[in-house]
Each structure stands twice: as structure tokens, then as C-alpha cells.
């Protein structure tokens, strides 16, 4: 049974204005530490990150891409979606996946193994006081249903009446996606 992990990042940050993937908080780009944390769940084979916008800048500069498998999301113009279907593709056969966004820069390993700890047959969102967030893990049943997703459409659509495991993370790490260079510099 293989869990992958898979980071989303290939939007081109328009609310941030600009490529925020490499934004840099305390010395190093934003993305490094979505990819850092995954690696640091051993359990997730393998790890996917998937690029759009700017992707070779990316890559280069962000030093963790280098363990693992980067996948550039071809019309990752058209949306969330199709960089889930991008990076659900390149998992290939796993069991289930845990999902998370390249702009969630304080949720911690310890959040990523919780979710985890839930699945991984059963979907399992992280909770922050009770509001749902990321990461979230997502069996192979939805997984194998990405192709039906549009535009910036996600898999809050298809997680809609399934039955969802809830790991509450409020305590374990700050949720907090930065959208904004506002949100960078308070942090």
C-alpha cells in the first residue's frame, strides 16, 4: 500500500502579484516549506510537486524540488483542476494521497501525519478550530475521479456527501495560505 504526497503550485500568483512560489520568508522561497515538510513524512512515496507558471525560474531556485518529482501542469492556465489531474497522474499507483498547497508555509509535518494516520482508504481533512483546510488525503476512489473537475474547481466538489474524517490541527500549526505580499510581510 503506497501514499503519495502531492504539493499544488503552479498558479501564478495573481492576488500576490507576481511568482510568490519564491517569494522569500526568512531566507528562503515560500514553496520550500510545503516541499520540506512532505519530505519530512517518510511514509509519502513518492512526492509530486506540480508547476505552471514560471517553472524553470522555480526550479531553480528552490533547492528541495531536487527530491522529488516535479511535474509542470501543461494548462495549468485553466485552473486548480488541471494541475490535479497533472499531479494525480503522476502518482501513479497509489492507494491514496495527501494533498497540500505550495502556499501553506507553517502546516507541519506533524499535520501531514495526522491526516495521514486517518486514511488510507477514508478521505481526511485537517481542521484548524474546526474550519476545514489542508492538507487533506484523498483515496484512490477520488483520486480516480479528478477528470471530472473544471476550471479552478478542487476536490471540495467531490469530497460533497462522502463521509470525511476530521484531524483537528488547530493545535499543531498555522494554516494561514499566503495570497498576499501583505500576509508574507506579517509573518
Known sequence: MRVGGLVLAAGEGRRFGGTKQLAPL?????????????????????VIVVLGHDAAAIRAQVPELDAVTVVVAAHWREGLAASLR???????????????????????????????????????RATYGGVPGHPVLLPR??????????????????????????????????????DTREELASR
Not at 26 to 46: F, Q
Not at 101 to 119: C, H, K, N, R, S
Not at 162 to 174: I, M, N, S, T, W
Open 86 to 124: 497533472a499531479g494525480v497522474n503522476a502518482l501513479g499507483d497509489v492507494t491514496a494521497a495527501v494533498v497540500m498547497l505550495g502556499d501553506m508555509p507553517f502546516v507541519t509535518p506533524q499535520v501531514i501525519a495526522g491526516v495521514l494516520d486517518g486514511g488510507p482508504r477514508s478521505a481526511v
Open 26 to 46: 526568512r531566507g528562503r522561497p515560500l514553496l520550500s516549506y510545503a516541499v520540506d515538510h512532505m519530505l519530512c513524512v517518510p511514509a509519502l512515496d513518492p
Open 141 to 178: 476512489r477520488l483520486l480516480d475521479r479528478t477528470g471530472e473537475l473544471t476550471g479552478d474547481e478542487g476536490f471540495r466538489t467531490l469530497l460533497s456527501g462522502q463521509h470525511v474524517k476530521v484531524f483537528e490541527a488547530g493545535h499543531l500549526a498555522d494554516p494561514t495560505d499566503i
